[in-house]
């Protein structure tokens, strides 16, 4: 296995879906990560946010950050199930500057 990298991921979930559905959500995703070895730093809901300009109709989002450490085969693993998970409005995975 590749070394661990950092990462942080920011999500915006549909916000038409109950608590638990988007908890339910936020654990699979999550679950990738630590399936393929990585972990979870830490998992800070936002909430449900205005969003800069109407996705799908909708006005607002459910946002989510996570910091995460993983190798970068299973960060691509992430990113194509979310592309495909049809709860996710946006998502963006960053790789934060190291100092």
């Known amino acids: ?14 916000p038409r ?3 638990q559905a ?3 959500s936020i654990d699979r ?3 990738i990560v630590t399936d ?4 979870a730093i ?11 300009y109407e996705i799908k109709h909708l006005e ?3 946002y989510v950050l996570a910091e995460l450490a993983a ?8 990113d194509r199930v979310l592309k495909l998970a049809d709860e996710v409005m946006r998502h963006r995975i960053l790789r934060p500057e190291q100092n």
Not at 1 to 14: E, F, N, P, T
Not at 42 to 52: C, I, P, Q, T
Request: avoid cysteine; charged fraction near 30%; aromatic fraction near 8%.
């Open 29 to 31: 995703f999550v679950g």
């Open 71 to 78: 190798d970068p085969v299973t960060m691509t693993e992430l």
């Open 1 to 14: 296995m590749a070394d661990k990298r950092r990462y942080q991921l920011v999500l915006i979930v549909d």
């Open 60 to 62: 607002d989002g459910y």
């Open 42 to 52: 830490n998992v800070d809901h936002w909430g449900r946010r205005k969003l800069a």
């Open 17 to 19: 879906l109950d608590e």
């Open 22 to 24: 988007i908890n339910a």
């Open 36 to 39: 393929g070895g990585g972990e």
